[in-house]
């Protein structure tokens, strides 16, 4: 996979050396669509993803100088207000002292409907845990990753995790680790569209405007029962069944809004039909959709060739990102070889002294 490079200039004269953390994007299966009052992000219903390998982002850290200013940046450059405050409450939280010097970079494409807040938060977070004098439960940094993007906190799990709402300790679990069910996950990724609206503006717009959304928080509780069992019986159909119907609906209630959000484009279409087409030809074979005119295709190993190709041959598909449940954040001393190879140093773009 295509990754972003990024040489990190060392910040010298600090005190422990850089720690680098990835972690994965999750696809939901039954999908977190407005929020509960409270900070944090709060879910107003329980969601279920699944941890995607290979869709990774890689957050770098390192303590700098105690009279210098945090310096935070996404790698390439990004909007870094979400990004600093999230850095300022996880310092508080894990009881780290000195500013730090924080990098965060992607291997996928960013704010394209692929989740890549989950994954960034995800490794962020694990990479500030390392610093902090009494590293956290993982529960308890699900909750604080959380605070950068909601869906932040099931990437803090691997394979299939659940988030529902609440401050407890077991708010995000692992209902199935990823080797317990080992599915193909297919993107198939459509050339640009008009620019897409946020998801969290997304969520808060539907929740807001559209008629459709008492109805939305109404079916979570079938969806979410049907999407457990499947995934406890590792009933393909059964799940793909509920994470269509649960990603239609939840558009429906974008559609509902005003004004209206239309996430899909020609392709994603295209893409719905050709998945149903291929279940009329005996594969097994079904798709989701975030807030973005990707989708996502569950299937069979056995059938991710078959499958692929016939994404691939969709008109307006580019390409076809194949995936499959992944693990959990991890710490490591190294930085990814994908990441942090060759970007400008600080003072000439992606930093802030
Ligand atoms: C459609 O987690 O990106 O992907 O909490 O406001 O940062 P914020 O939203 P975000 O929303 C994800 C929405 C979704 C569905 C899902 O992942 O469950």
């Keep these: 996979m295509a990754g972003f490079v990024c040489r990190v200039p060392s910040a010298a004269g600090r005190g422990r050396p850089a720690v680098w953390a990835v972690a994965h994007a999750n696809v939901a299966l039954v999908k977190y669509w407005g929020k509960a009052p409270g900070p944090g992000h709060q879910p107003a219903t329980t969601s279920v993803s699944l941890t995607l390998d290979g869709l990774t982002s890689a957050a770098r ?3 700098r100088p105690a009279n210098r200013p945090d310096r935070v940046a996404w790698a390439p450059p990004g909007p870094v207000a979400d990004l600093r405050r999230f850095v300022e409450h996880a310092r508080t939280q894990l009881g780290i002292a000195r500013p730090l010097d924080v990098l965060v970079t992607s291997n996928f494409p960013v704010a394209a409907g692929l989740a ?3 994954s960034a938060y995800a490794a962020l977070t694990t990479a500030l845990a390392a610093l902090a004098v009494d590293p956290p439960s993982v529960e308890r940094l699900a909750a604080l990753a959380r605070h950068g993007s909601g869906s932040a906190c099931r990437s803090m799990f691997g394979g299939f995790v659940q988030w529902r709402p609440g401050e407890d300790a077991r708010a995000v679990t692992q209902l199935a680790a990823p080797e317990r069910w080992p599915l193909a996950v297919l993107i198939a990724i459509s050339g640009s569209g008009p620019k897409r609206v946020p998801s969290r503006e997304g969520m808060r717009r539907a929740q807001e405007t559209s008629p459709f959304f008492d109805a ?3 079916t979570n509780a079938a969806d979410l029962a049907a999407v457990r069992e499947a995934v406890g019986s590792r009933d393909l159909r059964a799940l793909g069944t ?9 558009h429906a209630t974008a559609l509902g809004a005003d004004p209206p959000l239309l996430y899909w484009e020609a ?12 279940r009329e030809d005996g594969v097994p074979a079904y798709f989701t959709i975030d ?14 060739q078959r499958v692929g190709q016939a994404l691939a041959g969709v008109p307006g598909i580019s390409h076809v990102l194949r995936s499959r449940p ?28």
Excluded: I, Y
Excluded at 242 to 250: H, I, Q, S, T, V
Excluded at 267 to 278: G, S
Excluded at 343 to 353: D, W
């Design 61 to 63: 850290v390192e303590e």
């Design 116 to 118: 890549s807040s989950a």
């Design 216 to 218: 939305w928080l109404a």
């Design 242 to 250: 509920a994470a269509e119907r649960n990603a239609l609906r939840m």
């Design 267 to 278: 392709a994603t279409v295209a893409v719905v039909r050709e998945v149903w087409r291929l």
């Design 291 to 304: 807030a973005g005119p990707q989708v996502k295709v569950l299937c069979e190993p056995g059938d991710s």
């Design 326 to 353: 992944g693990g959990a954040p991890r710490v490591l001393r190294e930085p990814p070889e994908w990441a942090f190879a060759s970007c400008p140093p600080p003072a000439a773009g992606h930093g802030r002294a």
